[in-house]
């Protein structure tokens, strides 16, 4: 898999929020059975993505997670920044630290368009597609 295990649960975390009505609010308990994502681990993703202004937390009853903004505006690279997961588009797949187009390694092409379509998809992908169909070609 591509992303880090943080980086798919605060995806899986925020897509399933995205089912929720609007201004729903659920516990990290509750969240956690309908993910599949252990307790703890979710409880410290739910925290940064609080503290990036995609969720907000209410405690008492009643209280739990709620998204901040709505579906069409919260765009998968912004969960992925929460999660401090970089596209790194200097980082050189072969080892040598950094490449680039003026000293390329021999997977410096294939990478870099995987990873422009990797950022494409990041930056394009909202949590309101996720309730669209996928669009035939």
């Not at 998968?76 to 997961?85: K, N, R």
């Not at 797949?93 to 003026?102: I, T, Y």
């Not at 997977?107 to 309730?131: N, S």
Request: net charge positive.
């Amino acid at each position: 898999m591509i992303l880090s295990q943080t980086a798919e649960y605060a995806i899986r975390a925020m897509a399933q929020m995205a089912t929720l009505p609007r201004g729903q609010a659920v516990r990290a308990t509750d969240l956690s059975k309908m993910t599949h994502i252990p307790e703890h681990y979710l409880s410290k993703v739910m925290r940064k993505l609080v503290a990036r202004g995609l969720l907000e937390s209410e405690k008492g009853h009643g209280g739990g997670f709620k998204l901040v903004r709505p579906r069409k505006s919260i765009r998968f690279i912004d969960i992925l920044s929460a999660v401090e997961l970089d596209l790194e588009p200097n980082r050189c797949a072969f080892g040598w630290g950094e490449c680039s187009g003026k000293n390329p390694c021999m997977l410096h092409p294939a990478f870099t368009q995987l990873k422009d379509a990797y950022a494409k998809w990041a930056t394009k992908t909202t949590l309101a597609d996720l309730a669209e169909p996928p669009k035939q070609p």
